[in-house]
């Protein structure tokens, strides 16, 4: 028997994989949805981003249901997401705030659907949120507006009659900037002394997990690192 069931939404990117990797570490079932599959989960389930909204909820649910058979999960987290810049003037800029909206509030909406169904009583469920979105982001205004409905998203799952089971708790995590092999690459010269390392949050996400040292539900967690050492804001 598995300690626990944990889904990861995005389990084949930085993060996701490296949560897959942790809670694998820790003898847990493990779960990826993606786009491509992760060969250390135990199941994986593959979305097609060519599908829409609804078709990709209900490869999800389908998937998510057959693998789990009568079993409920511990953690639903969604870590999937992506980042590009635009402001108002720009040439791309509903297209850019069209995929922003895709990767960042399809993928959370249907964690949250998952959540609902699959999710034990007293489960935790996170979501991808942005520091940079507790403000106006005119520099990339569609990643602000996506992350800032994944905030208030996560507000409403915490909330009494959200649809999830009872007594769980829903977060988002609010990084500046994650150190990821992408980031090192596309900014060489930055100071990683503020980037927050990926088995930072993994560690995180399993204390919660376990049900140890919870915020309040409902919290955005905003990730703040300095020197090398993260801290915790609570928004």
């Known amino acids: 028997m598995p300690e626990g069931r944990v889904l990861i939404y995005g389990g084949r990117g ?8 942790y809670f694998k570490n820790k003898q847990w079932w493990v779960g990826s949805i993606d786009l491509k599959e992760n060969e250390q ?4 389930v593959i979305v097609k981003p060519e599908l829409d909204w609804l078709e990709q909820e209900k490869i ?10 009568d079993n409920k999960v511990d953690a639903v987290l969604c870590v999937a997401g992506g980042w590009a810049g635009g402001n108002a003037a720009a040439a ?4 850019n705030a069209d995929l922003m909206w895709k990767q960042s509030v399809w993928s959370s909406t249907i964690a949250a659907s ?23 982001t005119p520099g990339m205004i569609g990643y602000g507006l996506a992350k800032a409905a994944v905030h208030q998203l996560t507000k409403s799952l915490a909330a009494e009659k959200s649809g999830l089971p009872n007594g769980s708790h829903a977060y988002s995590i ?10 090192r690459k596309w900014m060489p010269k930055a100071d990683t002394s503020t980037w ?40």
């Open 174 to 183: 609010l990084p500046v900037t994650l150190d990821t092999p992408m980031n």
């Open 92 to 95: 791309d800029f509903l297209k």
């Open 60 to 69: 999800v649910l389908n998937g998510v249901g057959e693998s789990l058979k």
């Open 14 to 21: 930085a993060l996701g994989a490296t949560c897959v990797s």
């Open 114 to 136: 998952v959540g609902a169904k699959y999710l034990k009583e007293g489960g935790l469920i996170t979501l991808p949120g942005a520091n940079a979105a507790l403000e106006g």
């Open 196 to 235: 927050t390392p990926l088995e930072f949050i993994a560690e995180l996400f399993f204390q919660w997990a376990k049900g140890e040292e919870r915020p309040k539900n409902g919290s955005l967690v905003s990730l703040i690192t300095k020197d090398n050492k993260t801290s915790l804001v609570l928004n």
């Open 41 to 44: 989960a135990d199941v994986n």
